[in-house]
């Protein structure tokens, strides 16, 4: 017994099951993702003065990583596209597209952008003894200026022994008084020359750029990562799409195939506009 | 293509009847990994059948802890310590720790384990596409992985029990930061630990509630016979619709939630961690800056709607068998259906109710009250349609409808001793008292779990064919209704008493409860008849489990519409084959034409034609509207 609708639409409803289906599917996505960026909202207004670090992503490949997004999200369009004019090679070529911008999107985020945090150190200074390190911190003149304070001196962890860390500061805290460090700046500032001891009995917290390290990288992590499971998903999809075992489908009835990739489409644009509201959350904000 | 065109054909006998010779099963595919909606709803039913029990029995523990605290269980006592561990029962006392445990997964697994796959899955799965005429699911295979998802999902919650430590123990709501560090530190593995299993089982059980959500969702839009009208629908379509949108929209948060509180304890974030804790003398080493609030508001988000969840399908059945054992049409139909809508609605927009005494703030508290007294409205009409609708029918009491009846005055005394609670003035003295368990137990217990047993009566012939048998349905009932009278009544006035619900010794030592006698007896020498309740009603339990299985052989056996009922599942044959109709249904008329005038029976059936003398004679009946 086959089951009606599931490749032409229902006359009163004018739909076929899937496309009711993923709706509503993407209907529960908002609730899920709305969880959480409810829970960013939440930590952000809940963070005290200095605790919400700014511009420590890296902007430009951020920009680069939505762009590709985007792109798929134009190339998966036209593969369905490709697929209603019955040109099945379009179509596999466009799907290639879609599917290789997806995984640039995952390699450059888990391979490049995530390393390159967790590669990064923070060290939290105890409020009281925030004045020892004021050459690093420039509090005077924040305080002057009417801007939070810096309560953490960040940089690449040189090297630590049971009393001290050694670290190499970031531009921000080699040249705290400098009036372009006030705000975080579009492309990246390498990592300085320029090195601090900072003791270790002075310190409130140190770690890498972890999830561990505030709230800030705890919603980064979660959200990006959940995020990246959903572009794999999404890709995983593609994939089995794209092979020959879709091509019999396509073979039977093409507008099969078509209204698959129609529903794992509006999924795509779907993981492509949480990530909308991702980029400018974290990496803008 | 042409739509309908193709759904004529494949409603073909004989061609239904050459596939079906082709593609015969095996035993794995037909019963183990089936994606047909019966054997899956029965798959779902039998798993929720027996965690409630499970759910039950940890309840029946807890209570010789309450009656009798620091005594040694008697019979079992001694073995427990073989199943649970050493830090459960030594020398079969119980310890607080496995005393909190028992609470928590009580229950977890009463509501996400038990009712939910019980009410929403099983009677959903299988009566729904019967009562809108369709051949199956829209999704068959994500209705498998639905099952699949929560047969995980429950296995990983049992599996909890036998990690070093136990089950997770910080209350079925979890509330951070008590959830963020409980069961860790020395002895307790970082992922195998009661908590973070939690945590990790109710992902699956999450994903499981989604996937049906969406199937059945789909299912309803789309599969509906032809000439089956949303006015049409029977009411329990409707509840499973409205209950199905709950699951969609409110499980998420919740899931985002677990996500974070995993996060928390696997990752050592802080989302729900303020700055400064300090665990067992010792300062935690966290970034801070979570709110633990921020878990509440997440966790009553889905909370307040699952409690509709677990009602609203009980609302379903309890329709279905009131209109059909009183022979008439359901009193107020369209006021049901609006009812049912407003309640979906409403109720995602009152979950802060249960968080009075967090310090939310009085405007926060103002307008959470305002909703939630607004939310009784529909339930009230909903209630007063079933009552109108026994109002001069000819009631035949079966067993499915004492159940049914039962369930009236059961959810009413449920849903009025809620009221107190939905005022904040009144909730400080009230919260987290026996009168919050009693409260919500009348509407779970005696409410919904009684709408499923009378569903489970009432359908049993559409899947098996054979009836339960009526006099051990009666020794079922009897013996239950009591039981859990006595079980919650006095509970009442045990929080009255000012009895807080998580004491481990039953308030034995708490001298408040002691000043005053309910009866002649204090709030903590409640404990004891309670209990001998609860444990005469475990045992009333036994012709229902026996009258089960045993009905499934050797029942009576029956047609295809025993009940003389009226909608289309009963077209149907019984048990109904793969594809489910012989026929395509049609359907011509409304859910409950009972006792139509001029006809020779006293019900019509859904797919029966509108005859044209009987169209110009009923033409001026307008449907009652109350509101």
């Known amino acids: 017994m086959e089951i009606p609708y599931t490749v032409s639409t229902r006359p009163d409803t004018g739909l076929w099951n899937a496309k009711v289906g993923i709706w509503l599917f993407l209907a ?156 975080p700046h579009f492309f990246p500032l390498p990592v300085t020359d320029k090195i601090a001891t900072i003791e270790k009995e002075d310190v409130e917290r140190a770690t890498m750029f972890l999830p561990t390290h505030s709230a800030y990288f705890a919603s980064y992590f979660t959200i990006t990562g959940l995020h990246g499971m959903h572009v794999l998903g999404g890709v995983i999809v593609f994939i089995y799409m794209w092979l020959p075992v879709s091509k019999k489908v396509y073979q039977r009835n093409p507008e099969h195939l078509a209204n698959r990739v129609e529903v794992s489409g509006l999924f795509w644009h779907f993981v492509d506009l949480i990530w909308i509201f991702v980029f400018p959350l974290f990496y803008l904000l | 293509m042409d739509a309908s065109a193709s759904v004529e054909t494949h409603h073909d006998p004989h061609a239904h009847n050459a596939t079906h010779e082709h593609h015969e099963l095996g035993f794995w595919r037909k019963y183990i990994f089936s994606t047909d909606h019966k054997v ?109 998802a929560f047969a995980v999902g429950g296995l990983i919650m049992l599996i909890s029990f036998f990690v070093p430590g136990g089950a997770a123990k910080s209350g079925w709501t979890s509330y951070t930061p008590l959830a963020a560090f409980s069961d860790t530190g020395p002895g307790h593995n970082p992922v195998f630990n009661g908590q973070t299993l939690w945590l990790i089982g109710f992902i699956f059980l999450i994903t499981s509630s989604l996937l049906g959500a969406i199937n059945f969702i789909t299912t309803i839009i789309q599969l509906r016979a032809k000439g089956l009208t949303w006015m049409r629908l029977p009411f329990f379509v409707w509840a499973q619709f409205v209950t199905a949108f709950l699951l969609l929209l409110a499980f998420p948060p919740l899931e985002g939630a677990i996500i974070m509180q995993l996060m928390d304890r696997v990752a050592h974030t802080s989302f729900f961690l303020p700055a400064g804790l300090v665990v067992n003398g010792a300062p935690v080493s966290i970034s801070g800056g979570g709110s633990p609030l921020l878990w509440q508001h997440l966790f009553w988000f889905l909370g307040h709607p699952e409690v509709y969840v677990l009602i609203l399908p009980a609302f379903g059945i309890v329709a279905e068998i009131l209109a059909n054992n009183s022979r008439k049409p359901l009193w107020g139909y369209k006021s049901l259906v609006f009812s049912v809508l407003v309640i979906g609605f409403l109720s995602f927009i009152v979950w802060a109710h249960h968080m009075w005494l967090t310090g939310m703030g009085t405007a926060v508290s103002a307008f959470f009250q305002t909703t939630t007294l607004l939310i009784s409205i529909p339930s009230v009409i909903i209630l007063s349609a079933f009552f109108i609708s026994l109002w001069g029918g000819s009631i035949r009491f079966t067993v499915p409808m004492l159940f049914a009846t039962a369930f009236l005055p059961m959810f009413g005394i449920g ?8 005022f904040n003035s009144a909730d400080l003295y009230l919260h987290d008292t026996y009168y919050v368990i009693a409260h919500f137990h009348y509407i779970v217990a005696p409410g919904t779990i009684f709408g499923l047993f009378a569903g489970i009566y009432y359908w049993f012939p559409k899947a098996t064919g054979r009836k339960m048998n009526d006099l051990w349905g009666k020794v079922h009932f009897w013996p239950t209704l009591i039981g859990m009278n006595v079980i919650f009544l006095p509970m009442f006035l045990q929080g009255m008493a000012g009895m807080h619900r998580r004491w481990y010794d039953g308030g034995q030592g708490w001298n408040v409860s002691n000043e005053h006698t309910i009866w002649g007896l204090t709030g903590f020498q409640w404990n004891a008849p309670i209990s001998w309740a609860a444990w005469i009603m475990g045992l009333a339990q036994i012709p229902f489990i026996i009258n089960f299985f045993w009905s499934i052989k050797h029942g009576e056996k029956v047609n295809d519409n025993p009940w003389e009922a009226t909608t289309l599942e009963w077209t149907a044959p019984s048990p109904p084959p793969h594809g489910n109709f012989v026929h395509t249904p049609v359907a011509y008329r409304g859910p409950y034409e009972y006792s139509l005038p001029g006809r020779e029976r006293d019900f019509t059936m859904q797919n029966e034609p509108v005859e044209p003398a009987e169209r110009t004679r009923r033409k001026p009946a307008a449907e009652p509207v109350l509101v």
Request: with cysteine; proline share 7%; hydrophobic share 45%.
């Open chain 2, 415 to 422: 849903g009025l001793t809620g009221i107190p609670l939905a």
């Open chain 2, 40 to 148: 899956i709803g029965i798959q779902y039913g039998l798993c929720g059948l027996c965690f409630l029990f499970f759910g039950f029995c940890l309840m029946m523990m807890m209570r010789w802890q309450l009656a009798y605290p620091g005594q040694a269980l008697p019979v079992i006592g001694k073995w427990l310590p073989y199943i649970f561990g050493p830090g459960s029962m030594p020398d079969g006392k119980m310890t607080p720790d496995f005393y909190n445990s028992l609470g928590a997964m009580h229950g977890t697994i009463m509501i996400f384990a038990g009712v939910v796959p019980l009410a929403f899955a099983a009677f959903g799965n299988f009566v729904v596409p019967l009562q809108i005429g369709a051949p199956d699911m829209t999704f068959p295979k994500v209705n498998a992985a639905s099952f699949w």
């Open chain 1, 28 to 183: 529960s996505e908002v609730m899920l993702f709305g969880a959480l960026f409810s829970a960013y909202i939440f930590l952000r207004l809940d963070a005290p003065l200095g605790m919400w670090p700014h511009g420590v992503l890296n902007v430009p490949v951020g920009t680069m990583n939505t762009a590709i997004l985007i792109m798929s999200s134009v190339t998966v369009v036209l593969a369905w596209a490709a697929l209603k004019m019955r040109r099945y090679r379009a179509y596999w070529w466009y799907m290639l597209a879609t599917i290789s911008c997806g995984v640039i999107f995952l390699v450059v985020k888990l391979g490049y952008e995530w390393p390159q945090k967790y590669n990064h150190f923070g060290a939290y200074i105890k409020p009281e003894e925030l004045g020892k390190y004021e050459q690093y911190l420039g509090n005077e003149r924040r305080a002057e200026k009417g801007m939070e304070p810096r309560l953490e001196i960040t940089g690449h962890l040189h090297s630590q022994n049971a009393k001290e860390y050694e670290v190499a500061l970031d531009p921000v805290n080699a040249d705290p008084n400098n009036p372009s460090m006030d705000r």
